[in-house]
DNA sequence: TTAGGGTTAG
């Protein structure tokens, strides 16, 4: 009755599916109920068990005793033959052998990695109708398993109930918590592990709490944790050192992880790993190509994790070369058709600039997924192509994939850079019959696109009726709106809101002071320029970077410290007379300062992305697209500017800004001038 | 002699 009694306390999850057929008292009295679970999974999969080496072995016995159905389940479970495992264990109990101590680990292994729930509920039951209520080791297997469903909670009471832990039992439940995203409650129970039992950790549990660190972001206690490890001893632990190399690459330390890394002679591919996705991931984009050259020379064959933190890190550079090296990399390897990668690698082509080349991944993908449906979606909206997103939408429909919300996003971030009002309003009243409820960004996206069309006052009115408080991404779009279409009352409005929700932001104040500038109030542009002072708001310093023979070259604005620097400012110089002569006039308004009409034109044409063009001119030969990507949203006088010198100079021009391309042909932009 | 962890997340 005890065992009963205990079943009812765990409420398990099984049992509440399945509480009819299966509820504790029939299990308590059914003396093997699990052959019943799963005598279909039996009969399906049985010709491939006669076929099996674990078969064959069991067969040559006539009336096999327990030890050797063990041995058969220890060996199909290193082999990771986990369908075998449960289908032995049903032959076990068949057979009327009662499980031990060392066959109930092995079974539980199985059900969780396969996963099979329902079977690793009935296991447990047995587990405690057979006694093993105070059997650590098959209780931590309890453990992991329920944590590995999710149904943490579970586990937790195990452990609870659990009369003698260990530290297994204790980094079971510890890393359960992190696993389903409970970090703190992971760092709760390793604190309360150290204050209030003997046990010692483990490189293993120290692992698991450097891990919850991580996802927590504290770089500080996981210092600590670094004091530890070296305290006990476990400084040159293999498996310690990738988990403290992450920690210090995700927390932005790259040069601390980077000594980490050096120090292995022969770092094994998870290191690698490691430090490759902590580069991509903080902007050390460079480094992170260069270490997977450095990996790839070294005969160290990446995974799909290697190659994923690669082609994320080429896309961030934005050079097509890079981007392109990578590709041929991965049609000649064995990932060549794993989803991920492509899906990966859409993603780098639409950000490196070439949607053509894009697509012509998507196209070779077989069978194609939400996400990568939703990545070309986005690729088309990043150029501005509206109309192909909206289209391809159609078809994901069509062939029968739902959309989820990043698909949304994609649509409406496309409408919004197409400027597509219409398509806009109507897809996001859409969102909500696909089972789609609109998040935050769903509704900064249709405030973007309504205040930039110039629907000042509909975008207000939508973002008075929002569910949620709107965050400065909305405030920030109406902003915008508001310097392009001269409105300075909202757009002061709009500025308080964003100020005080980000006082630090000088984009924002420069936002302001330019509606003001615009309108030729030059006292407000002084005060916005002091208030700025005031909170100690900082600018970010604009610069570009272009490629010339697969090598980035950056230029900050006014930039004057390249050896080539007389010859580009000779060539900004003639790009200045070619556009004067073709009758362009400079849009001032794009001039924060309150200066003087010479100095404020002598200001546009130093602006970061016309020396990298003119650098681009004098270095590649006639008729090569240029590539820029840039720091900053483009500014309305370059933009004008380079469509004409497009035109002037018979160059394609592909800029990207913050936030998406612009392709400069022929005196046009794919932008419609709509950005 | 069978448990626990670490790289990613298109």
Redesign the pocket.
């Known amino acids: 009755m005890a065992s009963r009694a205990l079943l009812s306390r765990l409420s398990l999850p099984f049992f509440r599916f399945h509480s009819v057929c299966y509820s504790p008292a029939l299990f308590h009295f059914t003396p093997f109920p699990l052959r019943y679970i799963v005598y279909p999974f039996y009969r399906m999969q049985k010709t491939h068990l006669y076929c099996s080496l674990a078969h064959q072995q069991l067969d040559e016995i006539s009336q096999p005793e327990l030890s050797c159905f063990n041995n058969t389940i ?1 060996r199909l ?1 290193h082999r990771r033959s986990f369908s075998e495992v449960l289908l032995v264990y049903v032959i076990i109990l068949r057979n009327g052998h009662l499980p031990n ?2 066959t109930l ?2 079974i ?2 199985a059900c ?1 990695a396969l996963p099979a729930l329902f079977f690793g509920c009935a296991v447990h039951a047995q587990i405690i109708r057979l006694g093993f209520e105070a059997a ?2 098959i209780q ?2 309890v453990i ?1 398993m329920y ?2 469903f999710g149904e943490i909670s579970t586990a937790h009471k195990v452990f609870d109930l659990l009369s003698l832990r ?7 439940i510890m ?2 918590y ?2 389903n995203g409970f970090p703190l409650e992971a760092l709760h129970i390793f604190r309360t592990m150290r204050l209030d039992s003997p046990i010692i ?5 120290l ?2 709490v ?2 919850a660190y ?1 996802d927590v972001g504290d770089l500080d206690q996981g210092r600590c944790v670094h004091g530890l490890v070296v305290k006990f001893g476990l400084e040159d ?4 050192l ?2 403290l190399t ?1 920690l210090y ?2 927390c932005g330390q790259v040069n601390t992880a980077r000594n980490m890394f050096d120090q292995v002679f022969s770092p ?4 690698w ?2 430090m490759i ?2 580069y ?2 903080n902007g050390h984009a460079d480094e992170a190509v260069e270490l997977f050259k450095k990996m790839v020379a070294r005969k160290v064959r990446p ?4 190659l ?2 690669a ?2 890190a080429c896309a961030q550079v934005g050079s097509l070369e890079a981007a392109k090296w990578i590709w041929e990399f991965v049609s000649n390897s064995e990932l060549k058709d794993d ?2 990668v ?7 082509y639409a950000k490196c600039g070439s949607v053509v080349l894009a697509r012509k991944v998507f196209d070779n993908i077989p069978q194609k ?4 449906w939703s ?1 070309m979606i986005m690729g088309y909206g990043l150029y501005g192509q509206g109309k192909e997103a909206i289209s391809l939408f159609h078809e994901m429909i069509q062939s029968q994939v739902r959309p989820n919300d990043i698909t949304y996003i994609g649509l409406l971030s496309a409408c919004k850079n197409a400027g597509l009002v219409h398509d806009g309003r109507k897809y996001f009243y859409l969102m909500r019959n696909h089972g789609v409820e609109p998040r935050h960004q769903h509704y900064a996206c249709l405030v973007d696109l309504l205040a930039r069309a110039g629907h000042l006052e509909e975008a207000y009115e939508f973002i008075k009726g929002m569910p949620m408080a709107p965050e400065v991404t909305v405030w920030g779009a109406l902003l915008n709106a508001c310097r392009i279409h001269g409105q300075v009352e909202l757009g002061k409005y709009a500025a308080e809101r964003v100020f005080a929700i980000e006082p630090w932001n000088a984009g924002h104040y420069v936002q302001l002071s330019n509606i003001y500038a615009s309108a030729g109030l030059w006292k407000d542009v002084a005060r916005v320029r002091v208030l700025m002072r005031e909170r100690g708001a900082t600018k970010a310093m604009g610069f570009s970077s272009i490629e010339i023979n697969g090598k980035l070259q950056s230029f900050y604005a006014g930039d004057k410290s390249h050896p080539r620097s007389k010859e580009i400012l000779a060539m900004t110089d003639e790009l200045e007379r070619k556009l004067k002569k073709s009758g362009f006039l400079p849009h001032m308004d794009s001039v924060l300062h309150d200066l003087g009409p010479e100095e404020k034109e002598l200001s546009l044409c130093n602006h970061s992305e016309r020396i990298a063009m003119a650098y681009g001119l004098i270095c590649t030969p006639p008729g090569t697209t240029l590539r820029i990507t840039k720091n900053l949203r483009a500014c309305v006088n370059c933009h004008s500017a380079t469509k004409l010198i497009s035109k002037l100079v018979e160059r394609e021009i592909i800029v990207r800004d913050a936030n998406r391309f612009h392709h400069f042909k022929d005196g046009f932009c794919t932008c419609g001038d709509y950005w």
């Open positions: 220890h479970s101590g060392l680990p092995c539980l292994k969780t650590t080791f931590n297997g992991v944590s590995r260990n530290v297994v039992s204790w980094t079971s890393s359960g992190a696993q950790p483990d490189f293993i549990a692992v698991s450097l891990k991580i632990e293999p498996d310690l990738i988990t992450s690459a995700k094994e591919l998870i290191l790993n490691a996705s902590g991509a991931k995974d799909s994790i290697t994923r933190s082609i994320l989803v991920f492509n899906t990966a690698i859409i993603d780098m997924d939400v996400v990568v990545a």
